[in-house]
Nanobody, 119 residues
């Protein structure tokens, strides 16, 4: 069974930085894309950033120039700089993963980690 485990997050003042990390664990799987979504209170879940197996990236307009996503094998990092209170949300690691035995190809989600940015 493939699992995504997140670490990082917490409380930071506006203008500060945080680093989120996520690792996929299990056996017999391959990863197509990994990324991060977030959900703020009272708002819909939204894509923050995604990275492909070839290193290509996509960012939400609201985080371009401030956030950077990187990947090392089955681990994905989200470096968040110049944070604002609007970045406060639960951040979820996501991955489009193919598991060989038993075969499946689907999206996996982590349990979420809270990021709170104070004024």
């Amino acid at each position: 069974q493939v699992r995504l485990m997140e670490s990082g997050g917490g409380l930071v003042q506006a203008g500060g930085s945080l680093r989120l990390s996520c690792a996929a664990s299990g056996s017999g799987f391959s990863i197509q894309t990994m990324g991060w979504h977030r959900q703020a209170p009272g708002k819909q879940r939204e894509l923050v950033a995604i990275i492909g197996s070839d290193g290509s990236t996509h960012y939400a307009d609201s985080v371009k120039g401030r956030f950077a996503i990187s990947r090392d094998g089955a681990r994905v990092i989200l470096q968040m700089n110049n944070l604002t209170p609007e970045d406060t949300a639960v951040y979820y690691c996501t991955g489009k993963i193919t598991q060989i035995v038993p075969w499946s190809e689907r999206d996996y989600w982590g349990q979420g980690t809270q990021v709170t940015v104070s004024t």
